[in-house]
């Protein structure tokens, strides 16, 4: 079989690690991966079940109530004016729409961040796809790739792009005829600065042409499980997506687009999930402060950036044997060799746990 050429799974390279910080007394603090340990809010519950009766299949483009509640939810949370609902497509997740969407656009090559999600290098390859690491457009020189993509807050390192750089960004692939796609996943956990979405008025001028923005509901609303995410932007392109995943059976079923509905619908649970991230923030921070890391970036997002300039397996190596579990930067793009990411998800007693094990 000829299935792609794919780096190894980064989590399956980090077992021996977790082995080891499982083995510590009072059991494992696990801050690799980003995933949610908060129960989904009683109201999106109650609306995942008012659908499960349902038999039919549902519609890819999602029900009209869940497109009306993007649109909302981005204008009343982000400032995006403008956007159509029938502009707006639910995905099973976001991570399955960036592996997939240099495959759906037929693109070429892409233009990925230095220091990356790594299922951005993954889309490129499904795609066959030639792929450039920069976060600068004069390294690119005459080039005109077909994609762009952009992550602010960035996971891995918590960055934000000013709307000075978006707009740089989007005025030259304009000029080039490329997509920009903006992985705004962490967009509602700014910490000491606001990000701005790449469709914002002060960003795109009002004109969404060849600029997407990817969408989860994973961090603010606990819904990983749910698979909850959408993309939106340029009609045009969300249509083209619209029937490739007709054709495809990509369709988010019907009880999480209810689901979604709710959460998208309410901000009060977002508010209180980022309140409790902004706590276990300002508990492990200072804690690796003390015991001897630099916190890099960090402004925004679901993880804090730490090095104690070392390479990043022996830093990796030094917490798990305190029983603490972390990515090592490595994962992210060769310019994260002497970083770890560190997580904020895990519940109250796990990082008091861990702050105490640092200090």
Same mark, same amino acid.
């Given at each position: 079989m000829n299935f792609p050429d794919l780096p190894d799974f980064p989590w399956d390279v980090l077992a021996d690690h977790a082995a080891r910080a499982r083995t510590h007394p009072d059991g494992v603090?696990?801050? +690799?991966?980003?995933?949610?340990?908060?129960?989904?809010? =009683?109201?999106?519950?109650?609306?995942?079940?008012?659908?499960?009766?349902?038999?039919?299949?549902?519609?890819?483009?999602?029900? =009209?109530?869940?497109?009306?509640?993007?649109? !909302?939810?981005?204008?009343?949370?982000?400032?995006?004016?403008?956007?159509?609902?029938?502009?707006?497509?639910?995905?099973?997740?976001?991570?399955?729409?960036?592996?997939?969407?240099?495959?759906?656009?037929?693109?070429? +090559?892409?233009?990925?961040?230095?220091? !990356?999600? =790594?299922?951005?290098?993954?889309?490129?390859?499904?795609?066959? !796809?030639?792929?450039?690491?920069?976060?600068?457009?004069? !390294?690119?020189?005459?080039?005109?790739?077909?994609?762009?993509?952009?992550?602010?807050p960035s996971n891995p390192t918590g960055r934000v792009l000013p709307v000075e750089h978006l707009r740089k960004v989007v005025a030259w692939a304009r000029e080039r005829g490329t997509i920009v796609v903006s992985d705004e996943c962490y967009l509602p956990l700014g910490w000491e600065t606001t990000p701005t979405s790449v469709l914002h008025p002060s960003v795109s001028d009002g004109d969404f042409t060849n600029i997407l923005a990817v969408h989860s509901l994973s961090k603010s609303s606990s819904l990983a499980g749910y698979r909850a995410g959408f993309i939106t932007g340029d009609p045009a392109l969300v249509r083209g997506l619209l029937e490739v995943r007709k054709h495809a059976g990509l369709i988010v079923p019907r009880p999480v687009q209810a689901a979604m509905t709710a959460a998208l619908s309410d901000d009060t649970h977002v508010a209180a999930q980022k309140a409790l991230f902004a706590a276990r923030r300002a508990q492990l921070r200072p804690a690796l402060e003390a015991a001897g890391f630099r916190i890099d970036h960090s402004e925004a997002g679901l993880y804090l950036w730490a090095t104690r300039s070392e390479p990043a397996w022996t830093t990796t190596e030094w917490l798990a044997a305190r029983g603490i579990l972390v990515a090592p930067g490595t994962f992210y793009g060769p310019t994260g060799a002497e970083h770890v990411r560190i997580a904020l998800t895990a519940t109250d007693e796990r990082i008091a746990a861990a702050t105490s094990r640092l200090t």
């Open positions: 603090v696990d801050l +690799s991966m980003g995933t949610p340990v908060d129960p989904v809010p =009683p109201l999106i519950q109650a609306a995942l079940a008012t659908a499960a009766e349902l038999p039919g299949y549902p519609t890819t483009h999602g029900i =009209p109530e869940l497109r009306a509640a993007a649109v !909302a939810a981005l204008e009343r949370r982000h400032g995006v004016v403008g956007l159509d609902q029938d502009a707006v497509l639910p995905t099973i997740g976001s991570k399955e729409l960036v592996a997939l969407l240099p495959t759906l656009l037929g693109v070429r +090559s892409l233009v990925i961040p230095e220091l !990356a999600y =790594p299922t951005y290098e993954v889309g490129a390859r499904l795609a066959g !796809a030639t792929y450039t690491r920069t976060d600068g457009l004069t !390294a690119l020189g005459p080039a005109a790739p077909g994609l762009i993509w952009l992550n602010s």
